[in-house]
C-alpha cells in the first residue's frame, strides 16, 4: 500500500508568504490532490493565484471560521493536507448553485462509471459549499440520492462570524461565492465516516405547524407563533430567548436512532424563527438537551478507533457554533486537544453535511488508516 499523506500550515497573513510556507511542506512531486482551509482575511485573489501557480495538482479548499490542525484549534492563516500514493480524487465545481440538478447528474454519473471500472476501492465525498447559499439541504440531499452507497461529510464554507460573504475555491486561481465543490476520493486503505452531537432528544417535543424552508423559517409551532411556542416550553418569555438559550436548547429530528441537529439563529418580530437549517412543515421535533460535551466526543472517537485503530488524519468539519460555546465554557483546550490526540485536520463551519443531511451544531469526520501522517 503506496500511502503518501503530508500536513501543512502557515500563519502568515501574508497570502504569498503563506502559500510559499505551506507548499515547502508537502512533497509536491508525489502528492495528487491538496485539501485546505483559510482565513478569509487573506486577499482572496492574491491566495488563489498563488495557489495556482504553485500547485499543478487539484486543489479543493474554502473559506472558514477557524481551522483545526495538528496543534488543535488554529483562529487564523492557512493549513491543509497533501495526499499522494494510494489516494485518487475526483473534483467537480457545481456553480452556479440553481443549476445543481443537472450537474449532480453529470457527477453521479461520472462517479458510477468509475466505481464500475475500480470496484473494489474505498470511497469517500467531501462536499464544501458556501455557507449563506442556503442550498445545502437540497444539494446534500440530490447527491446522496443519486450517487448511491458513497458515505460523504462536507462543511458550509465561513467568513469568521461576519456573515458578508463566503467562498470556496474553484480548482483554477479563483475564490468564488454562490458555489459548491464536491470531490470523491478513492484509496485502498480503510476508511469510516462519522458524526457527533453533544444533544439528545429531551421530553419536550414540538409539531413544526406551518414553516418555509426556502427561507429556513419556522412560522408556526404547535398551531401558535413559533418564538412564543418555543420559549412557553422553555419557561420564558419570547423577549429572553437569547443566542446562547438557542445554543443551548436546538431542535432535534430524529431519523430512526439518529437525532440530527437544527439550531436557532434568531427570532424575528413577527415571532417567527430564523434556523441556521431547514426544517419541514409537519415534522415533530424534540428539545434538545444538552450532554458533557468532552466526554461526548471523547467517546465518539474511542468508537471510531474501533474500527481504524490508529487513523492517519481525520478530515473533521466542526460547527462555529460549538466553538463558540466551548470558549465560553473554557473548554477549548479540552475539545482542542482531543482533536490534537485524534489527528483531526478541518475547519469551523457555518454547517455540516453527513451523507445526504444538512447539520448544525455537530462535528462530521472521515477517519483514514494508514501510515502516521507527516
Known amino acids: 500500500m503506496n500511502f503518501q499523506l503530508n500536513y501543512a ?67 487564523s492563516g492557512l493549513l491543509g493536507l497533501g495526499l499522494g500514493g494510494n489516494f485518487r480524487t475526483h473534483s467537480f465545481m457545481i456553480h452556479p448553485l440553481v443549476n445543481y440538478t443537472a450537474l449532480v447528474a453529470d457527477i453521479a454519473e461520472s462517479i458510477r462509471l468509475d466505481c464500475e471500472a475500480r470496484p473494489n476501492l474505498q470511497r469517500f465525498g467531501l462536499l464544501l459549499v458556501d455557507g449563506l447559499s442556503m442550498a445545502e439541504e437540497r444539494l446534500a440531499a440530490n447527491l446522496y440520492q443519486q450517487i448511491g452507497n458513497i458515505p460523504f461529510i462536507g462543511g458550509s464554507a465561513g467568513d469568521d462570524l461576519r456573515f458578508e460573504r463566503t467562498h470556496v475555491y474553484d480548482g483554477n486561481g479563483r475564490f468564488i461565492s454562490d458555489a459548491a465543490v464536491f470531490a470523491v476520493i478513492e484509496t485502498d486503505s480503510p476508511i469510516a465516516t462519522f458524526k457527533v452531537q453533544h444533544f439528545e432528544a429531551g421530553e419536550v417535543e414540538l409539531v413544526i405547524t406551518e414553516a418555509d424552508p426556502e427561507k429556513r423559517l419556522i412560522l408556526e409551532i404547535n398551531g401558535e407563533p413559533a418564538a412564543q411556542a418555543y420559549a412557553e416550553a422553555l419557561g420564558l418569555t419570547v423577549h429572553e430567548l437569547t443566542p446562547t438559550v438557542f445554543s443551548r436548547n436546538p431542535l432535534l429530528l430524529s431519523f430512526g436512532d439518529e437525532p440530527y441537529v437544527r439550531s436557532i439563529l434568531k427570532w424575528n418580530e413577527d415571532l417567527s424563527l430564523t434556523c441556521y437549517c431547514a426544517i419541514e412543515e409537519g415534522l415533530i421535533v424534540a428539545i434538545g438537551k444538552a450532554k458533557d460535551p468532552v466526554q461526548t466526543f471523547k467517546q465518539a472517537f474511542d468508537k471510531v478507533r474501533e474500527t481504524i485503530p490508529e487513523p492517519a488524519v ?38 455540516e453535511q453527513y451523507n445526504g443531511l444538512h447539520v448544525n451544531q455537530t462535528f462530521t469526520g472521515v477517519a483514514i488508516g494508514g501510515r502516521d501522517i507527516v
Open 9 to 75: 500550515r502557515s500563519e502568515s497573513p501574508d497570502p504569498v508568504q503563506a502559500v510559499a510556507e505551506f507548499a515547502s511542506q508537502i512533497d509536491r512531486e508525489g502528492i495528487n490532490t491538496v485539501i485546505f482551509f483559510c482565513s478569509p482575511d487573506y486577499d482572496l485573489d492574491i491566495l488563489g493565484r498563488e495557489l495556482k501557480n504553485v500547485f499543478t495538482c487539484p486543489c479543493i479548499g474554502c473559506t472558514s471560521s477557524g481551522q483545526i490542525g495538528t496543534e488543535g484549534f488554529q483562529h
Open 314 to 351: 481525520i478530515i473533521g468539519f466542526d460547527c462555529i457554533l460549538r466553538r463558540l460555546q466551548f470558549e465560553q465554557e473554557g473548554l477549548e483546550r479540552q475539545i482542542g486537544s482531543i482533536m490534537e490526540q485524534n489527528r483531526v485536520v478541518g475547519f469551523s463551519t457555518y454547517g
